[in-house]
């Protein structure tokens, strides 16, 4: 939804999700490092766009509320589907770069931060 002023509305208070960041910022170190480590050997170029992707769309692309110093305002959706990519990345690429144990490390914080993450999903996801 969109308010009057431009800017995609949320529905009530953004929820407290200092321990979901922590999370997230975790797992999103792991898919930028993982991603070029596992793409390197195949393609030194996809490497580095890899991390350019991750780094670059979540931060000129982000809801309004959600963030300070928003670039580019998108919905709520956009913002749930980046960090789901990121979530995906950090998960695959741990399995295809790094040892078994490191990988099940990686998809146990994935799988953690996604718990955390629920209820500023659910707050990005109504507005």
Known sequence: MVSPSGRFA???????????????????????VAAPWALAPRSVPLAVLSVVVLIGLPAVFATPGDKRGVL????GFVTVALVGLQLVVAVAAAWVAW???????VTVLAVVTVVLELPRWRWLLTG
């Not at 949320?10 to 898919?31: K, N, Q």
């Open 10 to 32: 949320r529905s009530g208070p953004r929820p407290d999700d200092r321990v979901a960041s922590v999370f997230r910022f975790a797992t999103e170190l792991a898919a930028w």
């Open 72 to 75: 580019v305002a998108v919905p």
């Open 99 to 105: 040892h078994a144990v490191v990988a099940a490390l």
